[in-house]
T-cell receptor, first 110, second 114 residues
Framework: TQLLEQSPQFLSIQEGENLTVYCNSSSVFSSLQWYRQEPGEGPVLLVTVVTGGEVKKLKRLTFQFGDARKDSSLHITAAQTGDTGLYLCAGPGSNYKLTFGKGTLLTVNP | EAQVTQNPRYLITVTGKKLTVTCSQNMNHEYMSWYRQDPGLGLRQIYYSMNVEVTDKGDVPEGYKVSRKEKRNFPLILESPSPNQTSLYFC?????????????FGPGTRLTVL
């Protein structure tokens, strides 16, 4: 089973601060996805990164896929309270399985 | 509205009493999947289905059954629930299986087994 390790597990910051969360593996992934999950809801896809070294931007969120396709990061600039949630990375495994990391629980305080 | 629906949203039951959690999607997706989410363990895939009549085990299939008789429906069956199956369950669907496909998740079913 390919494992995805996310860090930090918990992150509490003030509105306006910048932050980075990480998704690491010892395995190579053909792609990685980032999802955000809000309390009481299912995860929602933010982005899919496919190419090693790829950088994608979604407003204040910047996603990067490592050159070796074993890791990814999510950077949020000037965090807002609406960014609060559980951030999950996910990657395809063997036989069309999908593996999720345990997530980073982000709290942005006003 | 494109969506994945699950029923029931909340369920409290007792050990050994068979139950079914239904999942339906209206997006004509081929790939459907069940996950359980537990504190400290994250989201783990239980079963998935590539298409009608094609299902396969995920990482934690023990104690669960699924069927895919129609493209839109993918019920999760617990033949003899036990307390260690108390969890938050999510159904998801995507256009196809494999990389690059966005998973659309249902709202979740919170199951408690006493």
């Amino acid at each position: 089973t390919q494992l995805l390790e996310q860090s930090p597990q918990f992150l509490s910051i003030q509105e306006g601060e910048n932050l980075t969360v990480y998704c690491n593996s010892s395995s190579v992934f053909s792609s990685l996805q980032w999802y955000r999950q809000e309390p009481g809801e299912g995860p929602v896809l933010l982005v899919t990164v496919v190419t090693g070294g790829e950088v994608k931007k979604l407003k204040r969120l910047t996603f990067q896929f490592g050159d070796a396709r074993k890791d990814s990061s999510l950077h949020i600039t000037a965090a807002q309270t609406g960014d609060t949630g559980l951030y999950l990375c996910a990657g395809p495994g063997s036989n069309y399985k999908l593996t999720f990391g345990k997530g980073t629980l982000l709290t942005v305080n006003p | 509205e494109a969506q994945v629906t699950q029923n029931p949203r909340y369920l409290i039951t007792v050990t050994g009493k068979k139950l079914t959690v239904t999942c339906s999607q209206n997006m004509n997706h081929e790939y459907m999947s069940w996950y359980r989410q537990d504190p400290g363990l994250g989201l783990r895939q239980i079963y998935y289905s590539m298409n009608v009549e094609v299902t396969d085990k995920g990482d934690v299939p023990e104690g669960y059954k699924v069927s895919r008789k129609e493209k839109r429906n993918f019920p999760l069956i617990l033949e003899s629930p036990s307390p260690n199956q108390t969890s938050l369950y999510f159904c998801a669907s995507s256009f196809r299986g494999g990389s690059y496909n966005e998973q659309f998740f249902g709202p979740g079913t919170r199951l408690t087994v006493l």
